[in-house]
């Protein structure tokens, strides 16, 4: 098997090895062949979401989504400091773990060689505005399925960080800081809800903001700024970052 072709078990380790997420979105109903084979893939191709150079789910050129599994299609990836492993289940059921990219940079290759943060080791920061970004992708991509008449009335929504203990919150972008030293505790950050569609639907950007400060919150950070924070989603959502 060469580098370009990852299997399953060799993602999920690199994946599990570093600070990861996972998230997983499903109708509160179980509905076994809610979906076939075939459109598990079509509707992650249309429903995808790209605000930026890379998108949510990820669905990769070397290895498309394939069939991992008697009621599931599932993609790979392993490339630069891209780690992911999704999969689309048949009843509907979306699972999607991938790495910490704040975990990766070391492995990032630029034309325009290493930049200022590919020094950072693993499991030291978690970046405000990626986290962000994530956390609105991941909204957005739930309220596209919900587009597609894929939820009975409302949908669970799960999102967990993994291997947080003892990193600090910090910003990458040049002339913004932190005026002190956020950091977490506790190792895995869970949250999960059952949302009526039409509160996805209409309030998917504001409860993703919430999420996000729920977060920061737990690294010690006891007032993070909402308004600053909205209008950085607001930038990300029309394509200005």
């Not at 509707?43 to 949510?56: A, Q, T």
């Not at 789910?57 to 599931?72: K, L």
């Not at 597609?148 to 993994?162: E, M, Q």
């Amino acid at each position: 098997m060469t580098e370009e072709e990852p299997t399953t078990e060799s993602v999920l380790k690199k994946i599990k090895s570093r600070g990861y997420w996972e998230v997983i979105i499903r109708p509160t109903q179980f509905k076994e062949e809610r979906l076939s084979l075939q459109e598990c893939s079509h509707i992650i191709r249309e429903c995808k979401v790209m605000l930026r150079g890379w998108d949510y789910p990820h669905i990769s050129d070397r290895q498309p989504p394939r069939v991992g599994g008697v009621d599931y299609v599932e993609s790979l990836t392993d490339w630069n400091g891209y780690k992911e492993l999704w999969r689309m289940y048949q009843s509907g059921q979306f699972v999607h773990l991938f790495g910490c990219r704040e975990d990766w940079l070391g492995e990032h290759i630029s034309v325009f060689g290493p930049s200022r943060y590919s020094g950072i080791k693993p499991g030291l920061v978690l970046e405000v505005r990626m986290t962000l970004y994530s956390i609105t992708e991941i909204y957005e991509f739930a309220s596209r399925l919900v587009q597609k008449n894929l939820f009975d009335g409302s949908a669970f929504l799960s999102i967990t960080l993994h291997g947080m203990k003892n990193r600090k919150l910090t910003f990458f972008e040049s002339g913004r800081f932190l005026s002190g030293d956020y950091i977490c505790v506790i190792n895995d950050l869970p949250q999960e809800k059952t949302i009526a569609v039409n509160e996805l639907l209409g309030r998917g950007h504001e409860m993703a903001l919430d999420h996000t400060l729920w977060i920061l919150e737990r690294f010690n950070w006891p007032s993070p700024p909402k308004d600053i924070l909205k209008e950085d989603q607001k930038k990300f959502l029309e394509g200005r970052i």
